[in-house]
């Protein structure tokens, strides 16, 4: 093997590596959206953990957050507690540094 397929193969593996940090985090960020909603639902202790649940699975419909978002607002809305898209989005930014951290701690 070439010392560039060797540093081809190197480049392959660290992206896959990171494309899969990416979906945990993703993952963790959208569970934890999930719990705060729960919470805003009024769910405690299993049925928000089984809510935050489906939110984290409510990513696999779509590529993106849009499905995401638009199921917590729908959620919200039915509960009487309305919404707006960017306000979701911006709780989903808020959660995403100790999404990233926890994922970080863990596989270290």
């Known amino acids: 093997m070439t010392t560039f397929d060797e540093r081809?193969?190197?480049?392959e593996k660290k992206f896959e590596h990171d494309q899969?940090?990416?979906?945990?985090v993703t993952a963790r960020r959208n569970k934890m959206l999930g719990l705060w909603a729960a919470g805003l639902l009024g769910k405690s202790g299993a049925d928000a953990e089984s809510y935050a649940q489906e939110i984290v699975l409510a990513q696999f419909e779509k590529p993106g957050d849009h499905d995401v978002v638009h199921r917590l607002m729908r959620d919200l809305a039915a509960a009487g507690k309305p919404m707006e898209d960017h306000s979701i989005r911006k709780q989903a930014e808020r959660f995403l540094?100790?999404?990233k951290r926890q994922i970080m701690s863990e596989t270290h």
Do not use: I, R, V, Y
Not at 8 to 11: A, C, G, L, R, Y
Not at 20 to 24: A, G, I, N
């Open 8 to 11: 081809e193969k190197s480049f």
């Open 20 to 24: 899969e940090l990416q979906f945990k």
């Open 97 to 99: 540094p100790e999404a």
